[in-house]
């Protein structure tokens, strides 16, 4: 509950994709505590849509990205775009909403997927810190879970896919990988949302509740 002991309104960009899916569905079990507020992806191209999005919502996680192109620079283009039309729509109507923002492990890495994530998480910070509102960037490791596309959102659903159709999945790089259930990721969402924070800027990595090598995950699939 907020302050006045009402219910939280929260909204989530790229409510359609895998997170998104998950998380909204989670959130509809909360109902004593969440008031979901709908998100479609064509609001980021609607500025009315967007502004009165922002304006509804004491809490928007942002989850809307690309993860994949075949040209980089489209990627950080496109995420880099996102935020900045999020927080153009947040100034334009005095909205203050506590941003959660995905952030990706892939941060440090030398990628401009990874550096999308760094500089958007950049850009939400020097928001927070001139209005005075509360950013979270929380940095998560490999999900994985139902629905998942291949090719997309997982090494686990690709190889899930491909195990299934008789195909034989290729090995690039046999390393650990941390990993968490999509459950337990929106789980750890839940938990940030209800949270009273005392810092306007935080920043933190969602801690990994598996770390499997990618050959052992597939001998598993294929058992």
Not at 152 to 158: E, G, L, P
Request: hydrophobic fraction near 35%; glycine fraction near 6%; aromatic fraction near 10%.
């Amino acid at each position: 509950m907020d302050r006045m002991g009402q219910l939280i309104t929260v909204g989530i960009t790229g409510q359609g994709g895998f997170m998104g899916t998950h998380l909204y569905n989670f959130l509809g079990t909360k109902s004593e505590k969440i008031n979901r507020i709908n998100f479609q992806d064509n609001y980021f191209e609607n500025e009315v849509d967007l502004q009165n999005f922002v304006k509804s919502c004491d809490v928007i996680v942002h989850l809307a990205a690309m993860n994949r192109h075949e040209d980089e620079q489209v990627i950080y283009n496109t995420n880099i775009d996102l935020v900045k039309k999020l927080i153009n729509a947040c100034e334009a109507t005095n909205s203050t909403p506590k941003i959660i923002f995905s952030s990706s492990t892939q941060e440090e890495k030398d990628n401009l997927y990874g550096k999308s994530k760094r500089d958007g998480r950049k850009y939400f910070e020097a928001w927070a810190i001139k209005n005075s509102c509360r950013v979270l960037s929380l940095i998560i490791p490999n999900v994985f879970g139902p629905f998942g596309k291949p090719f997309y959102n997982s090494f686990i659903a690709t190889f899930s896919h491909q195990v299934i159709q008789g195909k034989k999945p290729k090995i690039i790089n046999d390393s650990k990988v941390n990993l968490i259930y999509i459950n337990e990721l929106s789980d750890a969402f839940y938990n940030e949302i209800i949270k009273k924070d005392l810092n306007n800027i935080q920043s933190y990595v969602i801690s990994h509740t598996s770390s499997r090598k990618v050959s052992e995950i597939l001998g598993l699939l294929k058992y």
